[in-house]
C-alpha cells in the first residue's frame, strides 16, 4: 500500500512540474519587456492560452484588482483561485443554444443571424476593430446559397480550433 501511495505522490510532483514549466513559458511569452511582469491587459489571453475560459467580466474584475504589472507569484494566484473558472462547455450544450433559433428544426439559422447571436446574446463576442473578431470567427463557415449557416458544423469547427 506505500508503495501505490509513494508512486502517486510522485506522479502528482511530475504532474505539477510540468504543469509549472508551461505556466512559466506562457507566462515567458507575455512578458515581452523581459521585466518578470506581464500587464494586467494581457490576463485574459494568458489564462486562455493554459487552457482556461474566463468570461469577459471574470477578466475585467481580475484587471481591476490586479496591479499594473502583474508577477509570475502573483499570476499564479489568479491561475489558481479557489473557485477557478467556468468550464467552456460542450458542443451538445452549444448546439441546444442555436436550435432555440432554429424556427425549421432543419440544423440552419440564418447567417445574419448567427452574427447577432455572437455579438448581442449571452457572453458577447466584442465588436473591437470595425467587427474584426467576428468576421475572424465567421471566416471558415460554409454559408449556403440561401444565406444559411449548419450550426453544429460552425460549434464543431469553433471548438476545435
Known amino acids: 500500500m506505500s508503495e501505490c501511495v509513494e508512486l502517486t505522490c510522485v506522479a502528482l510532483r511530475c504532474l505539477l512540474q510540468a504543469d509549472n514549466a508551461e505556466y512559466k513559458e506562457a507566462f515567458a511569452l507575455f512578458d515581452k519587456?523581459?521585466?518578470?511582469?506581464v500587464p494586467r491587459e494581457t490576463i485574459g489571453d494568458l489564462l486562455r492560452a493554459l487552457g482556461q475560459n474566463p468570461t469577459q467580466s471574470e477578466v475585467a474584475e481580475l484587471q481591476a484588482a490586479a496591479p499594473r504589472d502583474v508577477d509570475y507569484k502573483t499570476f499564479l494566484a489568479i491561475l489558481n483561485?479557489?473557485?477557478?473558472?467556468?468550464p467552456a462547455g460542450t458542443a451538445e450544450e452549444f448546439i441546444r443554444g442555436f436550435q432555440v433559433f432554429d424556427k425549421e428544426g432543419n440544423g440552419y439559422i440564418g447567417a445574419g443571424e448567427l452574427r447577432y447571436v455572437l455579438t448581442q446574446l449571452g457572453e458577447k463576442v466584442r465588436q473591437a476593430n470595425d467587427g474584426r473578431e467576428v468576421d475572424e470567427l465567421?471566416?471558415?463557415?460554409?454559408?449556403?446559397?440561401?444565406?444559411?449557416?449548419?450550426?453544429?458544423?460552425?460549434?464543431?469547427?469553433?471548438?476545435?480550433q
Not at 519587456?33 to 511582469?37: E, M, N, S, V, Y
Not at 465567421?138 to 476545435?160: C, H, M, P, W
Open 81 to 86: 483561485r479557489p473557485d477557478g473558472f467556468k
Open 33 to 37: 519587456k523581459g521585466t518578470g511582469a
Open 138 to 160: 465567421l471566416k471558415g463557415v460554409q454559408i449556403g446559397a440561401d444565406g444559411n449557416v449548419n450550426y453544429e458544423s460552425f460549434v464543431r469547427t469553433i471548438l476545435s
